[in-house]
């Protein structure tokens, strides 16, 4: 094998670990953000369910999964009716 084509393989190689990674990373990605969501709309489901206020449940998003106020009451309006 010459230099060239030795170089070409290891490049190759190296594209593939990369793209190998890459989808690993997304697998893993993927799955914390479905936690994340289920995590959400639990809770406010549950405030939901106990009878505590919308204000209570985004109170709630905002310190335990470190949401901003908008994206809080977003995600009480989404969960909240369904």
Do not use: H, P
């Amino acid at each position: 094998m010459n230099m060239c084509s030795a170089l070409e393989e290891l490049k190759r190689e190296g594209i593939l670990e990369g793209i190998e990674k890459g989808k690993q990373e997304g697998i893993q990605e993927g799955i914390r953000a479905g936690i994340e969501k289920g995590k959400i709309e639990g809770i406010v489901k549950t405030y939901k369910e106990f009878g505590a206020s919308q204000d209570a449940a985004v109170q709630k998003l905002k310190s335990e999964c470190g949401l901003t106020e908008e994206r809080a009451w977003a995600s009480v309006k989404e969960y909240w009716l369904s």
